[in-house]
């Protein structure tokens, strides 16, 4: 059974830029979650997404959105880049909303 | 929102030891989780334990969801158990919140 993955796994932008960030769930699961981990602020949950709804938000800035299509497959964007937004960015899995989660290798976005 | 304290931030062992990671949570949660994070960045799953004591090789965990804490045993340890080991926690309306993780070096 594939894993989760996420597209691309690298990438470098520069500040006002926007990127979109991809997660494919494992196969049959219907949640998907994201996080942002930088070394200041640890891993935070970004937001939850379960049959194309957004459940859950974290909290940060408008900027950061995401969508889930009916296939399950994730997407997340962030508009207007800052410095600050270079991160490792996670996406996990679930079969359900309280499940185990299964998390993907991750993105890695490096903002100049 | 909820408190997740992960001890000792850094520890270091020489191979062979046995080592406890604890992870204490300030409320209630729906389920617990622990994770080993690759030199890559991904979490590998190590234990789903809400509660009770689960045990997967030289590794093992106990969470007493009771009293608000979790331990994670790592027994007879070897190089490739170097790693950053984080705790988290599924709480209230489903919003998952991690410790800041113990970070493990596992000496020769």
């Known amino acids: 059974k594939a894993g989760v993955t996420q597209t691309p796994r690298y990438l470098i932008k520069t500040r006002g830029q926007q990127v979109t960030l991809s997660c494919s769930p494992i196969?049959?699961?219907?949640?998907v979650s994201w996080y942002q981990q930088t070394p200041g602020q640890g891993l935070q949950f970004l937001f939850e997404?379960?049959?194309?709804?957004?459940?859950n938000k974290g909290n940060f800035p408008g900027r950061f959105s995401g969508r889930q299509f009916s296939n399950s497959r994730s997407e997340m964007n962030v508009s207007t880049l800052e410095l600050g937004d270079s991160a490792l960015y996670l996406c996990?899995?679930?079969?359900?909303?309280?499940?185990?989660?299964?998390f993907g290798e991750g993105s890695r976005l490096t903002v100049l | 929102g909820i408190q997740v304290e992960q001890s000792p931030p850094d520890l270091i062992l020489q191979e062979g030891a046995n080592s406890t990671l604890r992870c204490n949570f300030s409320?209630?949660?729906?389920?617990l989780q622990w994770f080993h994070q690759n030199p890559w960045g991904q979490l590998i799953n190590l234990f789903y334990?809400?509660?009770g004591t689960k045990q997967n090789g030289r590794l093992s965990a106990t969470t007493v969801a009771t009293e608000r804490y979790s331990l994670l045993y790592i027994s007879s340890s070897q190089t490739t158990d170097s790693g950053v080991y984080f705790c988290a926690v599924l709480y209230g309306n489903n919003r998952l919140a991690f410790g800041k993780g113990n970070q493990v070096v596992v000496i020769p």
């Open positions: 196969s049959g699961h219907r949640s």
């Open positions: 334990i809400p509660s």
């Open positions: 996990a899995s679930s079969p359900f909303p309280t499940g185990e989660l299964f």
């Open positions: 409320d209630s949660v729906n389920n």
């Open positions: 997404y379960f049959s194309e709804t957004q459940r």
